[in-house]
């Protein structure tokens, strides 16, 4: 018996289990102070009550011998929630049949899954900085990795090299971390790349609620996607589902490869690793997408983009460079006076008991830079600035 000596590769441990470590211990000599936490992008105001109503309709429905559902008919989802879901990607002007949407227990699990469907000779591509989900699950199978250089010039929104052939792209719009976002003309010359290479986008919408201004809200606005791309998304963030984990991924029967088609691959690898998502969960799901639901959880990215326009107005005060906190709920700031992420990190910790997460955790070209996110109470979020301005005085 041999282990998989892949995972000696990754790094010792999770970028926010160090964090939470770190945390853990300040808090332990200083049991009586207030640590405002800005660091893991978990949203903070409870979900909305429609949902919050279809839960307990169908715990109602759990508990009745009639109405009892024991596996899922189809681990894909319930038909009620794949055709909302495929109703909702209508409402912004995006066709997609519910036949293509796949729901699932959360994008994370989605995207560090959906490698099974891919050679582990392929080659991939991700952004620096970057999600380390991508990197830490292509490592794990083993697959070579290639990265593209975001940065403070290119507005951390790297572009294609026709001389980096590849096989697998991934790509965040709205991004994690650095909050930058793709317009249509920069998302079309990635896709027409990906088709040239006949490589595939996996494509993370999972902050695309956050989208404001004129920009793309899924892959599949632009021409050509459907032919090669995969989009995975979240209720996580969109409707506070953190704590209940449930998402969707897309991929559309136009994606065919070598005349195999890629959404029944993932259906097959589904069935035979996954049971699906409970039905209690489904049904809050389905609220998210009715007319009540959606003004709901609209007040609530309300609040967080409050949040994060807060944080833009006093970073812009203390002239802090920034991307971010317009079309997403992170602010991705460049640490002052040169210090490096992990220095900035311990710096607010012991001097403004504030909690971010130190770019150099998502790569390379994060060093230098830092993550706050706006998903923290309002009035906390008020007081942070305060003590970040004071830092600056």
């Not at 189809?74 to 912004?92: H, V």
């Not at 620096?128 to 403070?152: F, H, Q």
């Not at 986008?201 to 956050?210: G, K, Q, R, S, V």
């Not at 949040?307 to 460049?334: H, R």
Request: a negative charge; proline letters at 5%.
């Amino acid at each position: 018996m041999k282990l998989n000596g892949n995972f000696q590769k990754l790094g010792q441990s999770y970028l926010f289990v160090t964090i939470a470590k770190k945390v853990a211990e300040y808090t332990a000599a200083h049991p009586d102070n207030k640590i405002i936490r800005m660091g893991i992008g978990d949203v903070t105001l409870p979900l909305a009550p429609a949902v919050v109503e279809a839960m307990h309709k169908a715990s109602e429905e759990m508990g009745k011998k009639e109405t009892f559902r024991g596996y899922s008919p189809d681990s894909n989802g319930y038909p009620f929630l794949r055709e909302a879901i495929a109703g909702y990607y209508q409402s912004f002007g995006v066709n997609v049949d519910a036949s293509e949407v796949f729901v699932g227990d959360g994008a994370k699990s989605d995207v560090g899954n959906v490698v099974d469907l891919f050679d582990v000779d392929n080659i991939v591509l991700v952004p620096d900085p970057v999600y380390p989900v991508y990197v830490d699950t292509n490592v794990i199978s083993g697959r070579k990795i290639v990265y593209m250089e975001g940065c403070e010039e290119n507005g951390f929104l790297p572009m294609p090299k026709e001389d980096h052939p590849v096989d697998i792209i991934y790509l965040c719009s709205p991004n994690n971390p650095t909050g930058a976002a793709y317009n249509r003309e920069q998302l079309k010359t990635w896709v027409d790349y990906a088709l040239r290479q006949k490589a595939v986008i996996l494509y993370d919408a999972a902050y695309e609620c956050f989208v404001t201004e004129d920009l793309p809200r899924s892959i599949f606005e632009i021409p050509g996607a459907e032919k090669c791309a995969i989009e995975f998304c979240s209720l996580s963030k969109t409707a506070g589902f953190t704590g209940m984990r449930c998402g969707y991924t897309v991929i559309k029967k136009e994606f065919v490869v070598d005349g195999v088609q890629v959404s029944a691959l993932w259906e097959r690898r589904q069935g035979c690793k996954f049971n699906g998502v409970s039905y209690i969960t489904q049904r809050a799901a389905e609220a998210v997408f009715t007319p009540e639901g959606q003004k709901q959880i609209k007040e609530n990215l309300g609040y967080y983009r409050q949040n994060a326009k807060v944080m833009a107005d006093a970073f812009t005060e203390m002239g802090i460079k920034f991307t971010g906190g317009k079309n997403s709920p992170y602010l991705w700031l460049k640490c002052p006076d040169g210090m490096d992420s992990w220095t900035y990190f311990d710096y607010l910790l012991h001097e403004a008991e504030i909690v971010g997460t130190p770019g150099e955790g998502f790569g390379k070209n994060g060093e230098g830079w830092f993550r706050l996110t706006a998903f923290g109470d309002a009035e906390k979020t008020k007081e942070a600035m305060k003590r970040m301005k004071c830092l600056k005085k």
